[in-house]
Every structure is written in structure tokens, then in C-alpha cells.
């Protein structure tokens, strides 16, 4: 018995002082997807405009960027926005202490003063003025004439390496 009580001493002994088994890391999970809306990437620039008055909102990534004319600029941090089915929705604060939301639907747009027709019509509250208007990104609608639908260009296909 005494023999039988050494023999599983030294095991216990010999368990605790080996190296233990680490268990195998988790792979990181996969980065959510970049919000989309009418294929147009929420993360990329985008600007959102209206007229009667002619008014802008520039969503850079980090900040929201207002301005119009004969309207003081007011600027807001830019947070991600809350995805609702076909809608989008940024609020924040301006530096002014003004609320600022910016909602953008997946429905076609035109601001009734070019042929262009934008992705995503737009609803901008600012101090407790709604204005209605159009969206797409910087790049697209730096890219389109003054007709046609406002998109992005596909990318150049990459020659083989």
C-alpha cells in the first residue's frame, strides 16, 4: 500500500511540475463588413447636399462637415453609423452645441437642379431644421457631369503580377 501511495505521490508530483497543454489560441474574428447602402461604402467620404437652400454636409470619417449659404460652418464628430434595413443614421453635436443627424435611404435621388440621379436621398436635421437632399460618395459625385446616375467607377482591373 505504502509502495502504491509513493508510485501515485510521484505522478501527482511529476503531472504538476510538467509543462500543461496550452489550449490552442481562437483566430481573431473576422472584421465586420463595411456598411453598405445602395452599394455605396459608408466608410468612404461622402456628401450629402440640398438647395432652396443650398446647404452641404461632408462626412470625412472623423467628422461631419455642415455649411450653406449665408449659414455659419458647424462641425460634429463623425461616429459609425446605426444600420436600420435601407437606412442609415449618424447624430452627434456640433461644436455650436447644435444636435446634427444625418439619415441616408437606399432610394434614388435627383436635386432637382442637374439630371444627375444619386443613390441615396437624404434627410439632414441641424438645430431643429430639417433639410431634404441627395448622397453619394465624394469620389462619385466628383466624377459624374451634370447627368446621369452618380457612381463610383470601377476600379481599373490590375495587370498580372
Same mark, same amino acid.
Given at each position: ?13 511529476? %503531472?504538476? *511540475? ?70 442609415? %443614421? ?23 437642379? %442637374? ?9 439632414? %436635421? ?7 437632399? *441627395? ?27
Amino acid at each position: 500500500m505504502r509502495a502504491f501511495a509513493t508510485t501515485a505521490l510521484a505522478a501527482l508530483i511529476l %503531472t504538476a *511540475c510538467s509543462p500543461s497543454a496550452e489550449a490552442p489560441e481562437a483566430p481573431d474574428a473576422a472584421p465586420a463588413p463595411a456598411p453598405v447602402l445602395a452599394g455605396v461604402d459608408l466608410t468612404q467620404p461622402l456628401r450629402v447636399g440640398g438647395n432652396e437652400p443650398f446647404w452641404a454636409v461632408e462626412l470625412t470619417g472623423s467628422e461631419m462637415v455642415y455649411s450653406g449659404v449665408d449659414r455659419p460652418e458647424q462641425r460634429a464628430p463623425q461616429g459609425e453609423p446605426v444600420m436600420q434595413g435601407t437606412m442609415a %443614421t449618424w447624430e452627434s453635436t456640433t461644436g455650436a452645441g447644435n444636435p446634427l443627424q444625418v439619415v441616408l435611404t437606399a432610394t434614388d435621388c435627383s436635386d432637382g437642379m %442637374t439630371s444627375r440621379t444619386y443613390p441615396l436621398t437624404a434627410m439632414v %436635421t441641424i438645430g431643429g431644421e430639417t433639410l431634404m437632399g *441627395c448622397a453619394a460618395t465624394v469620389s462619385a459625385t466628383m466624377s459624374t457631369g451634370e447627368s446621369g446616375r452618380v457612381v463610383d467607377a470601377p476600379a481599373a482591373p490590375q495587370p498580372p503580377a
